[in-house]
């Protein structure tokens, strides 16, 4: 038999245990009913573009045939170089994410800016999203970057080079294949792209 101070004992902490787990389950329920609901996620809002209507290029990647087709579609684009690059460019990623698509890339991809810097450079910055949710793999990330550089030299001949940055800063791949660190060579791109037509 159990001497009855042990019994006592025993009590006492099923009683303490109960009631902690009790407290525990309140705490986290008060807590999950503070936290503000995740919104869902949607494109990117952009200002909207104002300026006359204008015929883009846009070179469009094909998950299945592992190729870019050339397609031609007509928007608003404005004066400025660097914006009339980033909404074309724009417009391509946002292809890419409605569905249906030929190609995916990450949800919430955009182009914060895009600059032209000298001797043929253009350095395009793009949110986390895009190299963050991108999806992993050479062919994926390949078209992905053939496309950006064939779509930016068929819309300005004056571009040869294209840097990458993601939120303003170097990357070394965009989701562990396709190389960022150095500036590509939008020529030979698009010469390749030409040669696989």
């Known amino acids: 038999m159990i001497p009855r101070h042990l019994q006592i004992m025993a009590a006492i902490l099923l009683i303490l245990a109960v009631g902690l787990g009790y407290y525990n389950y309140r705490l986290k ?3 999950e009913r503070r ?3 995740p ?3 949607e494109l990117p ?3 909207p573009v104002s300026g006359p209507t204008s015929t883009a290029t846009l070179y469009v990647a094909d998950d299945k045939t592992g190729l870019l087709t050339r397609s031609s579609v007509t928007i608003p684009l404005p004066p400025d170089s660097s914006e009339r690059t980033q909404q074309i460019l724009r417009n391509l990623l946002t292809l890419y994410q409605t569905a249906p698509t030929t190609h995916n ?3 919430g991809s955009d182009v914060k800016n895009v600059y032209f810097v000298k001797n043929g450079l253009v350095v395009v910055d793009f949110n986390g999203a895009f190299a963050d949710k991108h999806p992993s793999g050479i062919l994926a990330e390949e078209l992905t970057v053939a496309s950006i550089v ?3 030299r068929a819309n300005n001949p004056q571009v040869e080079k ?3 940055l993601v939120e303003g800063k170097d990357r ?3 989701a562990g294949h396709a190389d960022l660190a150095t500036p590509l060579d939008a020529v030979n791109f698009s010469q390749m792209v030409k040669d696989l037509q």
């Open 39 to 41: 919104a869902l996620a």
């Open 29 to 31: 329920h008060r807590a």
């Open 45 to 47: 809002v952009a200002p």
């Open 162 to 164: 294209v840097k990458f």
């Open 150 to 152: 064939a779509t930016l």
């Open 105 to 107: 890339i990450g949800e």
């Open 172 to 174: 070394d791949t965009l």
């Open 35 to 37: 936290q503000p609901k």
